[in-house]
Nanobody, 117 residues
Framework: QVQLAESGGGVVQAGGSLRLSCAAS??????MGWFRRAPGKERELVAQ????????DYTDSVKGRFTISRDNAKNTLYLQMNSLKPEDTAVYYC????????????WGQGTQVIVSS
C-alpha cells in the first residue's frame, strides 16, 4: 500500500521559511512532486524532481525561492521554501508517479501553509 505523509506546514510571516517533508513508502516512484491548492484557485504543480539525473522543474512564481530535493535512502521528499509570500498560502500536497509513468497517481493528505503579511 502506497503512503505519502506530509509534514512541516504551519503559519509563518512573509519573508520567512518553512521546510515540508513527505515520507513515502509502498512503491517505486519515477517522479515526485509538490502541488498546492490556494483558496479559490486550481491545483498547481509547484515543483517536481525526476529519478533520472534528479532533474527538477519549478513553477515560475517560486523559482529562486523554493528548492525540491529527494533523499532516496530515507524515501523522503522535501520542499525548502524561503522568502515566503502571502500568495504562497495554500494546502501543499506531496504526489508521486508510478515507477514507469509520468502521471501523478499517488497523493498525500496535504499540509496547510499560511503566510501572513
Amino acid at each position: 500500500q502506497v503512503q505519502l505523509a506530509e509534514s512541516g506546514g504551519g503559519v509563518v510571516q512573509a519573508g520567512g521559511s518553512l521546510r515540508l517533508s513527505c515520507a513515502a513508502s509502498g512503491a517505486t516512484f519515477l517522479n515526485m512532486g509538490w502541488f498546492r491548492r490556494a483558496p479559490g484557485k486550481e491545483r498547481e504543480l509547484v515543483a517536481q524532481i525526476r529519478t533520472i539525473r534528479a532533474s527538477t522543474d519549478y513553477t515560475d512564481s517560486v523559482k529562486g525561492r523554493f528548492t525540491i530535493s529527494r533523499d532516496n535512502a530515507k524515501n523522503t521528499l522535501y520542499l525548502q521554501m524561503n522568502s515566503l509570500k502571502p500568495e504562497d498560502t495554500a494546502v501543499y500536497y506531496c504526489a508521486a508517479t508510478s515507477g514507469v509513468s509520468t502521471v501523478y497517481i499517488y497523493w498525500g493528505q496535504g499540509t496547510q501553509v499560511i503566510v501572513s503579511s
